[in-house]
C-alpha cells in the first residue's frame, strides 16, 4: 500500500514541478495552490511541510518494509545470484534493479524531503531555479530522477502482477502488455522529469547574478508600482 501512495504522490509531483513548462507564472499559480492561498487567503509554506512530513513517514515505512527482503550477508546475495542464474526470468533481475534504485533513493530523496520539509518557503519559479543551478541541485535531481522512475516503474508493474490488475476472467496476466506499459509511463515520466530540469536549469542560469531574489508575477508588479503623480 505505502509503494502505491508514492507511485501516485510521485505521479501528481511530476505534474506539478513540470508545470515550470507553461511558464513562470504557471509554477508561481501551484506554489501557491500547495501554500494554500487560494483557501485561506494567505501564503502558509507550514501546509508544504506538512505533506513533506507525511511523505517522509510514508518513506521510512515503506523502505523498513523493503529491506527486510534485501540479502543481508553476502552468503544470501550468492544464493540469491545462484537462484537467478537457475530461474533467467526478467522479473528477477527487475527485482535486482528494485534493489539498487531503492537504496539510492534512501539517500537521495531523504535529502530532498529534508530541504522540502524544512524550508517550504522557498519553492517557486526563481527559487527552484536558483536551488537547482546556483546551489547545485541538479545533479542529485539528475541521479534522484532515474532512480525514481525506474523504481515507480518496477513497482506499479509488480503491483499489477500481485493484485492482478488486467487479468483475463481466468486470471491471465498479459506479461508482455504489463511490461511495455510500464516502460511506456518510465519513459514518459523520464522525458517530463529531463524537460523540466532542462527547464529550472535554464532559469536558474540566467537568473544566477540575482540568486536569492524571488519572482514577482507581473500581475503583482502592478501592485508595487508608485502611483501615478498628479
Ligand atoms: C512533499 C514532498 C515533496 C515536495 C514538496 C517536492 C517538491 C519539489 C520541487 C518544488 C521541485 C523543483 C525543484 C526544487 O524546488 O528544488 C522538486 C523536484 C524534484 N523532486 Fe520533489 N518534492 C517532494 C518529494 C519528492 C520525493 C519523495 C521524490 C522522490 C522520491 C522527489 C523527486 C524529485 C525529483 C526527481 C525532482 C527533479 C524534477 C525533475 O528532474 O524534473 N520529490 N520537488
Do not use: C
Not at 74 to 103: C, I, K, N
Not at 149 to 167: C, D, M, P, Q, S
Not at 193 to 215: F, P, Q, S, V
Amino acid at each position: 500500500m505505502t509503494g502505491l501512495f508514492l507511485v501516485l504522490f510521485m505521479w501528481v509531483h511530476m505534474f506539478m514541478v513540470s508545470s515550470i513548462l507553461l511558464g513562470a507564472d504557471a509554477m508561481h499559480f501551484v506554489t501557491r495552490l500547495f501554500e494554500g492561498e487560494p483557501i485561506f487567503g494567505r501564503r502558509i509554506p507550514l501546509l508544504v511541510s506538512l505533506i513533506a512530513a507525511i511523505v517522509l513517514l510514508v518513506f521510512v515505512v515503506h523502505a523498513l518494509a523493503a529491506i527486510r527482503k534485501i540479502p543481508a550477508s553476502y552468503a544470501e546475495y550468492r544464493a540469491f545470484r545462484r537462484h537467478m542464474s537457475g530461474f533467467p526470468h526478467a522479473d528477477t533481475a527487475l527485482w535486482m534493479l528494485q534493489v539498487v534504485t531503492g537504496f539510492v533513493l534512501m539517500f537521495l530523496a531523504a535529502a530532498h524531503l529534508y530541504q522540502m520539509l524544512l524550508h517550504p518557503a522557498d519553492i517557486g519559479p526563481y527559487a527552484s531555479s536558483d536551488r537547482v543551478w546556483s546551489g547545485r541541485w541538479w545533479p542529485l535531481y539528475l541521479v534522484l530522477l532515474f532512480a525514481v522512475e525506474l523504481h515507480a516503474g518496477v513497482g506499479i508493474y509488480r503491483l499489477a502482477i500481485k493484485w492482478g490488475w488486467f487479468a483475463d476472467r481466468h486470471g491471465n496476466m498479459n506479461r508482455r502488455r504489463l511490461t511495455q506499459i510500464k516502460w511506456a509511463l518510465t519513459a514518459f515520466f523520464l522525458t517530463l522529469g529531463l524537460l523540466t530540469l532542462a527547464a529550472y536549469m535554464k532559469i536558474g542560469y540566467e537568473h544566477r547574478d540575482n540568486a536569492g531574489e524571488r519572482y514577482v508575477p507581473a500581475s503583482e508588479t502592478a501592485l508595487y508600482a508608485e502611483p501615478p503623480r498628479r
